[in-house]
């Protein structure tokens, strides 16, 4: 199968698999698993962090995250699409009792911050408490500026909020903004970054944050079962995918930008490739035969997301050779 539905569907590489069989483990939950402790270290450094949490997944990071900076009663704003919102079963509310506030995202995946002042709760015991602003970069493949996530940051520090970014893509988003990475974690108190989808690994995400930050998410963690035991296992293939990974996701833009391309020169789909900033593509079906179109490809060996509007996502597993292959049974689909 050709399977562009996600960046998360990647096999670990060979590479990963033999770190992953040679790994030095330790149980992680009395701190002693050498490698877990590592990648820590490291991402902590390469991000700008004091510290830094290995977690099962990018839901529970940003879950501990949200839990870490809020209480029972307070809340976050959060943009409507946000991931943290809408699709991670409502677990700060469920799990956390914080309240979140969505605010509408504006075409670029910002949230206007006139919007998210308005939405700042007075301090009168009939509201939650508004602690945290939340934002997401990479958001639908769309990059947050530099300069926006400063203003971001001076916002947060005129309301006395704090500020988290979901950054599950923050690799995408610095190598399409031509920055170091810390020229983007510099602006936030937390970060959560996906190890599992353009970096490659089978498993992990990371939370980052100050030492406090991190002793209280670690405690979060063990609550909500996240404590895993010999996590070295895991840790030896993302430690790959955060030294690694990083450096080939220019591909993915570029093979992005290539389908994107080859998407608009097909009639029956409406797509601006101008709008294709990093790794993932939306085209609409302009006859609104989505579901026809992914029960063909699939027929042909090829996995699609056939939402409105339909998403394709590059990664290390599709090949522009994949991408031609794509590109050409959509073509037969309008043919046939
Ligand atoms: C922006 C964003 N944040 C967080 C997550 C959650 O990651 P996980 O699937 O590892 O829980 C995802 C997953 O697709 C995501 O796209």
Redesign the pocket.
Known sequence: MIDFR?D?VTRPTAEMREAMASAEVGDDVYGDDPTVNSLQAHAAERLGFEAALFTA???QA?LLAIMSHCGRGDEYLCGQSA??YRYEGGGAAVLGSVQPQPIDNEPDGSIDLDKARAAIKANDFHFAITRLLSL?NTIGGKVLSLDYQQQARAFCDDHGLQLHL?G??IFNASVKSGCDVTEITKYYDSVSV?L?KGLGAPVG?LLLGTSAFIDRATRLRKMVGGGMRQAGILAAAGQIALTQGPLRLHEDHENAAYLSAGLAAIPQLDINPASTQTNIVYARCRAGQAPQLRDYLLNQGILITAGDPVRFVTHQDVSRQDIDVLLECIRQFYRS
Request: aromatic share 0%; charged share 20%.
């Open positions: 996600s998360t997944t990018g839901t940003n991931h943290n997401e979901d599950a893509r996906c599992s995400s």
